[in-house]
């Protein structure tokens, strides 16, 4: 079933709390989802500005430019995210698919930091998806703590990093991994 809105998504949205108050960068590169509405509104509320937003699926994108009511998107591309320059340091990169890292090989490796990139877990958990991922970016985890607060989530050092992952769930189980450094 394809949510039609984050609104009564309470998990999810505390997880994007908590993620994005790493981040300092005024601008986000994102995929806005179901509700581009609610995307731009938590963006601006949050203090970002929202530089660009993607959508591949011409269906989406009719919905969102019927939809939208915000004149504050500076560019809204038809495509697929990873063909936004990967390396801005005025952005956050805020790439939440529904797919998992298997079908997303190519993001992973493209986007190299100021990235939260959210993961379907489904059929393979949470553990697999983690060991793809860093397996993928050819990252060695050297630090690994299971916190609690202020949502569950790892916090995870590489030869390469530091990033929080956060296993979720609201209507089907999810993972955000983002790097912060």
């Not at 019927?66 to 990967?86: C, E, L, Q, V």
């Not at 005025?90 to 990139?117: H, R």
């Not at 999810?174 to 912060?180: C, D, E, G, Q, S």
């Amino acid at each position: 079933m394809t949510k039609t809105s984050y609104k009564e998504a309470r998990n999810k949205k505390a997880t994007r709390e908590f993620v994005f108050s790493h981040y300092n960068q005024p601008k986000i590169v994102g995929l806005a989802g179901p509700d581009i509405n609610e995307y731009v509104q938590w963006c601006k509320s949050n203090g970002f500005e929202v530089d660009e937003i993607w959508e591949k699926d011409p269906r989406v994108m009719m919905k969102q430019l019927t939809d939208i009511k915000h004149d504050s998107i500076a560019k809204y591309r038809f495509g697929d995210i990873s063909n936004t320059m990967p390396d801005r340091k005025d952005a956050v990169y805020d790439l939440d698919y529904c797919g998992c890292v298997k079908t997303l090989y190519e993001s992973v490796i493209k986007f190299k930091q100021n990235i939260v990139m959210t993961f379907s877990i489904r059929g393979v958990g949470a553990e697999k998806t983690i060991k793809s991922f860093f397996s993928v970016r050819k990252e060695k985890i050297v630090a690994r703590i299971n916190k609690t607060k202020p949502v569950k989530h790892i916090s995870i050092k590489t030869d390469k990093g530091k990033y929080i992952v956060v296993p979720y769930f609201d209507t089907t189980p999810m993972l955000t991994i983002a790097r912060i450094s």
